[in-house]
C-alpha cells in the first residue's frame, strides 16, 4: 500500500489526505499504529457529494460527522486501519497535535492552524491508524514565512489578531448580528484572508452550513 493509492481511494470518497506521519509514543496513537493518516474535505467536490449523502438527506443533526464516521469507517476497514473522529470522547483524539507533527500544518500569526495546501481552511475529517510504515514526503514550506499576514486585521471586530486569544464571545456574537452577514453567509472573514485558502474554493453554502454550525444552528 502506499499514500498515492490510498490519496487515490479517499478522493473517490470526496475526501484528501492532508497530512501524515508516523507517532512516537506519546503521540496519543492507538496501539500498534505505525502510520496516522489525517483527511480533510477534498473542496471544492466535497460538498456536491455530501449534499447527494443519505446523511444529508434525513433529519437527524450532525449530519456531516455521520457521514464522515461512515466514509472513513470503510475506508480504514479496507486498509487495515482503525478510524479516529475528532469529537469522539471524551478523551479526545489529540488531532491538533498532530496536524502540527504531520509537517503539512502550522501555528498561523492568529493562532489557528494553517496548512500548506488549505491555508486557513483547513478542517480535518477523521484519521486512520494503520499497523504498518508507510513511506512519508517531505514537510513543505511554511506558507505564512512568504506571506503578508492579511489574516491579522481581517476580523471586523478584533475578535482574531497577532499574539492575542481568540474572544469567541466577540465572533459569536458578530457572526450572529446583520453587520456580521458577510462571515455568518460566505465564512469566517479571517479565514478566507488567507492567500491559499482563496484556492479552496469552498462554495457559499458550505462555509454557510459551517457557520450555522459553529453557532449552534442546524447547519443544513
Not at 457529494?49 to 464516521?69: G, I, M, T
Not at 497577532?162 to 464571545?169: E, G, S
Request: include cysteine; charge should be negative; proline fraction near 10%.
Amino acid at each position: 500500500m502506499t499514500l498515492a493509492a490510498i490519496e487515490a481511494a479517499a478522493l473517490a470518497e470526496g475526501l484528501r489526505l492532508r497530512g501524515a506521519l508516523h507517532p512516537d509514543a506519546d503521540a496519543g496513537a492507538p496501539e500498534g499504529c505505525r502510520t496516522l493518516l489525517l483527511f480533510g474535505p477534498d473542496e471544492p467536490e466535497f460538498w456536491a457529494r455530501f449534499k447527494a449523502s443519505p446523511e444529508y438527506a434525513d433529519p437527524a443533526p450532525h449530519p456531516l460527522d455521520r457521514w464522515s464516521k461512515r466514509v472513513l469507517t470503510g475506508l480504514a476497514a479496507a486498509w487495515g486501519g482503525q478510524a479516529i473522529f475528532p469529537y469522539d470522547g471524551p478523551p479526545y483524539a489529540p488531532f491538533l497535535r498532530w496536524a502540527t507533527a504531520s509537517g503539512a500544518c502550522w501555528s498561523s500569526p492568529v493562532g489557528l492552524l494553517v496548512h500548506e495546501a488549505a491555508g486557513l481552511l483547513i478542517s480535518y475529517r477523521g484519521a486512520v491508524a494503520l499497523p504498518e510504515p508507510l513511506e512519508l514526503p517531505e514537510a513543505g514550506p511554511r506558507p505564512c514565512d512568504a506571506c503578508t499576514a492579511p489574516c491579522e486585521t481581517a476580523c471586523p471586530v478584533g475578535a482574531m489578531g497577532r499574539n492575542q486569544a481568540y474572544d469567541v464571545a466577540a465572533c459569536r456574537a458578530h457572526v450572529s448580528s446583520e453587520a456580521g452577514r458577510a462571515c455568518r453567509e460566505r465564512g469566517c472573514l479571517v479565514r478566507r484572508a488567507c492567500p491559499v485558502s482563496e484556492t479552496m474554493g469552498r462554495a457559499p453554502e458550505q462555509a454557510a452550513f459551517h457557520m450555522a454550525a459553529f453557532l449552534g444552528r442546524d447547519g443544513r
